[in-house]
């Protein structure tokens, strides 16, 4: 008895009760007796599992289907390129090649796009491409440039009709003479620059909260925005977003939702048709969003 | 320590004569393994996966100069988290970049100029709020991701992989007792992270 009291007094290191917990002690090691009579080390052994159950729970996931096949097919690509080693060169330059014509004929095809002129110093960015890559197209910015008048301000008239006929054409499916007006209002619009504030609170209708936040994730995965800067927070009927994107990330991210059928109840910029927004690309910004069920 | 078994000599000598089939085997084997791993080190799917495709690749070219000073499996883990922390590293970087003030305070938000940004009701102002109920869960997360490097990967190759201190020590490359340090103290931080956020949970007083 008195030797049981002195090994409660004398508890080991937290190490060895963690070891312990670990099996990684010898079996006639004296924290064994000491733990087994030590209400303090006890305890301490339990809080231990406690965290260890914690942990299990939040670093385990379900392995992904297919995952071994991806990776089969990962090395035999790196398998034919050392067996080929100058194909990864062949490829390269056929790939670059490919991005020098691409350019050409856009730089040929854009000539019928009017020549702009960028106002103040804004930096106002066309959202017409996929990436904030340097395309920017500068725009007439005035603030009554509504009309299709103002298309033409820095162009000869049929410059514009070209460039406004083949717009409507890309946007609209090539659609006929009866609605290219207001088809040339439309994409002026588009063209108006938007602002987006710091931070863009919103308001979708949806479906239903589990479709929604399967195309959200979606939406957001392949834009490659990591998930530390994404929250989803089922509340009730509603959904709420709330996410760290670039400027583009999020005008990307409203029209795919609006092409997926979702309604924008929220009047804020940017709305899915806006094209062209002040500042760049790569600004940072937190989207707010709450996406109702119904409408 | 695990030393290079009769299997894996096998293999690395299958693979050396040419036949690169084999290497099929190790992806069966250990791709799920690893991506446990890779994942209990950076939190997501995505980046677990190409860490643990880049990790096979690079396997794959090096196997040739293999020298057999440990196992495959070691060797494998070992390439694992060290990619780990380089892709940790660089997340972290770009999303300081990016912004990740989320759950902290958002200035202008209270003060908008456009009276349409307020259609979210005030409640959206902080949505912590919304996650008490997952709080401890979100400390455990947030504590195993604020440990320390060496005590992270530790902790996740003993609690992900169940590994023996002697593996951890070997994959590592570091001493038994360096694991057994940093397995405790990874355990201790977070039990007091726990006892701090719900002191009638955990105890206070330390053990020496």
Known sequence: MKENLNDVRECPSFEDISAFLDGELSPDAPVYAHIAACPRCRRRLDEYREIDARIATAITTATPEGLSERIKAAVARENATIRFPHLHRILSLAAAFAVCCGVVFYIVTDKTVPPTVPIGNQQEVALSGTHDDGHAHAVASAPNASAPADIVTHSSPDSAFISAGSLVGASYGGTSAPVFTDAMASIDRRRKPVDIAAQVQQVWAVGNTEDAALLLTGFLKKMHVPENNIRLIHNGNSLRLIAGLTKLELVHLVRACRASGLELLSPAAPQPEQNVFTGKGSTPIVYYAEFVVGK | ?208
Not at chain 2, 34 to 46: I, N, P, T
């Open chain 2, 1 to 208: 320590m695990k030393t290079v078994t009769a299997d894996d000599r096998k293999l690395i000598a299958e693979f050396k004569s040419g036949n690169k089939k084999v290497f099929e085997v190790l992806v069966e084997t250990y791709s799920a393994k690893l991506f446990q791993v890779a994942y209990g080190l950076l939190g997501s799917h995505e980046d677990a996966e190409e860490v643990v495709q880049d990790a096979f690749v690079r396997a794959f070219r090096a196997l040739d100069k293999f020298r057999g000073e440990s196992s495959l499996e070691t060797w494998l883990h070992r390439i694992v988290v060290n990619l780990s922390r380089n892709r940790y590293h660089w997340n972290r970087r770009r999303g300081s970049e990016l912004n990740l003030s989320i759950s902290g305070h958002m200035p202008g938000l209270d003060d908008s100029d456009n009276p349409e940004d307020m259609s979210i009701p005030d409640e959206s102002q902080t949505p912590d709020g919304q996650l008490e109920n997952n709080e401890l869960e979100c400390l455990v997360e947030k504590g195993i991701e604020d440990l320390p490097d060496n005590v992270r990967e530790t902790m996740i190759l003993r609690h992900v992989r169940e590994m023996s201190y002697d593996d951890i020590a070997a994959t590592l490359q570091c001493k038994i007792g360096t694991v057994k340090s940093r397995i405790a103290r990874g355990r201790e931080m977070l039990r007091l992270i726990l006892g701090h956020a719900d002191p009638g949970r955990f105890t206070g007083s330390k053990t020496r």
